[in-house]
């Protein structure tokens, strides 16, 4: 299943395999996020290509491009229904560095809420490393709210996790 979702100014559609060096530029934008999830400021395109695989292996899981003027500004990937626990994630939502401050991360998401919601999904959740403050105050205004706190397997580390949840 392909999702295609437009504005006027955001387009996001399903990230292919051949874009990944450009999503690795974005995930190396944000070194902080690589250091809580991988020890290391930078991702290898060997490790995000094993990730890229690992997450495209479950059935309703989507890796998603965000792309403005048709550059590639930011990369998602959801899970229509984990099979863990039946629940729809954002696993990720992530902006490159020089796009952020500027909106593009919270229409991004009000687009992929949009799309939950056409789906019949009333809730929406989240997990959040507890040391990212910039991203618990992102999801927090956008009406998240934690529910749980957990010890979670977060790429190559373990970290505190905050679990929070939206109803749609």
Excluded at 1 to 8: E, F, G, K, P, V
Excluded at 46 to 72: C, F, N, V
Excluded at 132 to 140: G, Y
Aim: charged share 20%; hydrophobic share 35%; glycine share 6%.
């Amino acid at each position: 299943m392909s999702i295609r979702l437009q504005t006027d100014e955001l387009l996001i559609n399903t990230l292919k395999e051949n874009e990944l060096p450009k999503a690795l530029h974005i995930y190396n934008s944000n070194p902080a996020y690589n250091e809580w999830t991988n020890g290391d400021p930078s991702l290898t395109l060997h490790d995000l290509t094993h990730e890229y695989e690992k997450m495209s292996k479950l059935p309703t899981g989507h890796w998603l491009a965000i792309r403005h003027q048709d550059q590639l500004i930011g990369i998602s990937h959801i899970l229509l229904e984990n099979p863990n626990d039946h629940k729809s994630w954002i696993g990720l939502l992530m902006i490159d560095s020089d796009h952020q401050r500027h909106g593009y991360g919270k229409k991004a998401f009000l687009m992929i809420e949009e799309y939950f919601r056409s789906l019949g999904k009333e809730t929406l959740h989240i997990g959040v490393i507890l040391s990212n403050e910039k991203a618990f105050s992102f999801w927090s205004q956008l009406g998240f709210e934690q529910y749980r706190q957990v010890t979670a397997d977060v790429g190559t580390q373990t970290q505190p996790v905050m679990c929070m949840a939206k109803f749609l």
